[in-house]
């Protein structure tokens, strides 16, 4: 088992930028792959960014170019930098870890973006 603790969200104008933090309760050198969902009002939970072990990476196409995942063995986090944010990335940020049999969420962090 892990928990998965999101923080980093807020309130951010169009153009802004906000950092992302999941800290997981076990040491994550171990954990394969790690990723960021997000889900707005009304709509489904879709993947945004994921990353291996060996740190490949993979961007939903739309914040291809703006977000960046990457992961701190060291501090047992994962992170999502998010810039040139826009208002149709408001939605409520979930960590991720897949395993066998179930998936392992944290809470959820919220990010709106609006002037």
């Known amino acids: 088992q892990v928990q998965l603790v999101e923080s980093g969200g807020g309130l951010v104008q169009p153009g802004g930028s906000l950092r992302l933090s999941c800290v997981a309760s076990?040491?994550?050198?171990?954990?394969?792959?790690m990723a960021w969902y997000r889900q707005a009002p009304g709509k489904q939970r879709n993947l945004v960014a994921s990353i291996t072990r060996s740190g490949s990476t993979n961007y939903e196409d739309s914040v291809k170019g703006r977000f960046t995942i990457f992961r701190d063995n060291a501090k047992n986090t994962l992170y999502l930098q998010m810039n040139s944010l826009k208002p149709e990335d408001t939605a409520v940020y979930y960590c991720q870890v897949p395993a066998p049999g179930t998936d392992y969420w944290g809470q959820g962090t919220q990010v709106t973006v609006s002037s």
């Open positions: 076990k040491p994550i050198f171990s954990i394969n792959s």
